[in-house]
């Protein structure tokens, strides 16, 4: 079955949530330019100790350097780091050697055909690729939570060329996501507007979700 994570969860209240709903991991956001979700890493580390050993939890960071990135893993405790942004400073070895327990993601935002190279330089040195639609060559950078669908041919390139699995987010819905399966054959999906109503976690809309995967038309 394809692995459904539920990012940008931002109480104990909607970890449960996503969890009843049968989710394989929740994301929680850390300080980000712009875009949903961000909560206090105080309030991380705490939903991730709750759920601990229940779900996977992912951090969501858009520190650039190794030295950042290991710090804020380091206060949250979570059980994978989801880098959002280009490792600029530092490498991919500092952090495995610093969190050898710790799953590494980078996400790539999917634009053009640059970002499959991108995606596949980035597949050497971790153990998931999560393919966003997000705009990081922005003034503001948007990073996540665009809500936005990108090409799936593309990130079905991607993944076919990939050494690691990869997840796919940006856009996906409960009326597109079965499609959106189809096309790229991801081992998992990453939803966060797409099961939000007025920003809040919907039952409904995370159940349907769900459904969706597991019943596609």
């Not at 929740?26 to 330019?33: A, Q, R, S, T």
């Not at 601990?52 to 960071?61: K, N, P």
Request: hydrophobic share 40%; proline share 4%; with cysteine.
């Amino acid at each position: 079955m394809t692995r459904v994570k539920i990012c940008c969860i931002a109480t104990i209240e909607e970890a449960e949530l996503a969890i009843a709903a049968g989710v394989w991991a929740i994301g929680l956001v850390g300080k980000m330019p712009s875009g949903p979700g961000p909560i206090a890493d105080e309030l991380i580390a705490k939903i991730a100790e709750h759920v601990r050993g229940r779900v996977e939890t992912f951090l969501l960071t858009s520190e650039q350097s190794a030295a950042a990135i290991i710090s804020h893993a380091q206060r949250t405790r979570t059980t994978t780091i989801q880098i959002v942004d280009t490792l600029t400073e530092g490498t991919y070895a500092d952090i495995r050697r610093a969190l050898p327990e710790v799953k590494l993601v980078q996400v790539i935002h999917v634009e053009d055909e640059t970002s499959i190279d991108e995606a596949l330089a980035a597949a050497e040195h971790v153990d998931y690729l999560l393919l966003d639609s997000g705009r990081p060559k922005l003034q503001v950078k948007e990073l996540g939570g665009t809500g936005r669908v990108h090409d799936w041919q593309l990130s079905k390139t991607i993944r076919e060329r990939s050494r690691v699995p990869l997840f796919l987010a940006g856009g996906l819905n409960p009326d597109n996501v079965a499609e959106a399966i189809r096309i790229v054959e991801p081992l998992g999906v990453d939803v966060c507007s797409g099961v939000r109503r007025d920003g809040k976690l919907d039952e409904g809309k995370a159940t349907l979700f769900i459904n969706s995967i597991l019943t596609p038309n």
